[in-house]
């Protein structure tokens, strides 16, 4: 079945294709990894609010063997600063993270390759996400001093025991079955089978038959959860109350495991572990649509100068010197005072309205 008049199309960053009642949405920017910036967000977001009303159902994926989404463009949020522009990315790509966590028809991403931050929140809220052998994710924002956003203080906390925090504060990856295992994605399928999924569903008649045919491409991943042996001392060492509590526990665990986990987080900025931390323990009792407000205001205060956003995007992605200079450099100079600040309401014709 052909869909749509994707091939004239190709030139560009987001391809909105559509056959007479299937829509789809594929993330054209192979070389960027299918990073997403403010006019993709515009594209996906105009054709979600589209299809929802015409199609039966919706299938996002990338293109390319690499990626489905590695993230947002953070060099060019950083490089515009505190700006409109910038803001105006958080605020509708938060936006259409709240379309796709509502979405009243079967949304199924195909988070085949590597999903990382704005592909994260472009999946993990829709109702299907098949992972492949290909997948890796991972919410690494801590490393660039910014904190897991897209959503991440709704879905991390509800992951099982302490995982999501364990993820979101160290920015661990997950590759392939883990993924599923993990509670990311709920369906897995191996990679050289996505092609016939897809068919599958752009061919199914109707959108009820959408669980069956998942449940009839999903298949047991090859190798158990590879943390499954680490998830109690996960729970034990990540159940503190407090940033200083996990790296006492990590210190008082002294296996290889816990010295590995010391040296990430000792590596990260310190105002992101605090603001991770307490982002997530609110998240665990809120909607996600009041988690993306509170994210929102997150990341208007992450642009501007004293948070250590820029300085991290520096040091790791354009420099690449790899040595970022936190401020403050310590957890303990991180006063409550500074970490209120990010989490403050914004004045009322700025805040996120959904």
């Not at 936190?326 to 309401?345: C, D, G, I, N, Y």
Request: charged share 25%; with cysteine.
């Amino acid at each position: 079945m052909s869909i749509g008049n994707s091939t004239r199309l190709s030139s560009s960053s987001v391809l909105a294709t559509e056959s007479s009642n299937k829509g789809m949405i594929i993330i054209n920017r192979p070389k960027a990894l299918n990073a997403i910036n403010l006019e993709m967000v515009r594209k996906i977001y105009k054709h979600l609010k589209k299809c929802e009303k015409s199609k039966s159902l919706m299938i996002v994926k990338g293109t390319g063997d690499k990626a489905f989404c590695a993230g947002g463009d953070v060099r060019a949020l950083v490089d515009a600063g505190p700006t409109d522009e910038s803001k105006n990315f958080f605020r509708e790509e938060y936006t259409m993270n709240a379309l796709i966590g509502n979405y009243t028809i079967p949304y199924i991403a195909l988070i085949d390759g590597i999903t990382m931050g704005g592909g994260v929140g472009l999946s993990v809220h829709g109702k299907y996400r098949v992972a492949t052998d290909r997948t890796l994710f991972a919410m690494p924002e801590t490393a660039i001093g910014l904190f897991p956003d897209v959503g991440g203080s709704h879905f991390l906390p509800r992951l099982q025991g302490k995982l999501g925090l364990y993820l979101g504060l160290t920015g661990q990856r997950l590759r392939g079955g883990d993924v599923y295992y993990a509670g990311i994605a709920t369906h897995y399928c191996d990679s050289s089978k996505i092609p016939e999924l897809e068919a599958a569903l752009l061919n199914c008649p109707d959108a009820d038959e959408v669980p069956d045919l998942l449940a009839k491409f999903h298949t047991k991943p090859e190798k158990p959860f590879a943390l499954q042996p680490l998830l109690e001392q996960i729970n034990k060492n990540f159940g503190a109350t407090s940033i200083e509590g996990i790296l006492e526990n990590l210190q008082n665990d002294g296996s290889d495991w816990a010295k590995k986990q010391l040296e990430i987080l000792c590596k990260v900025s310190p105002t992101s572990l605090k603001v991770t931390y307490r982002q997530l323990e609110l998240g665990s009792q809120l909607s996600l649509a009041q988690c993306l407000i509170m994210e929102y205001r997150l990341a208007v205060r992450h642009l501007e100068p004293r948070a250590d956003f820029k300085e991290g995007v520096r040091a790791l992605l354009i420099d690449k010197d790899q040595q970022p200079k936190w401020q403050p450099a310590t957890l303990a100079e991180v006063t409550e005072e500074h970490l209120q600040w990010f989490f403050r309401k914004l004045p009322d014709t700025e805040e996120l309205k959904l």
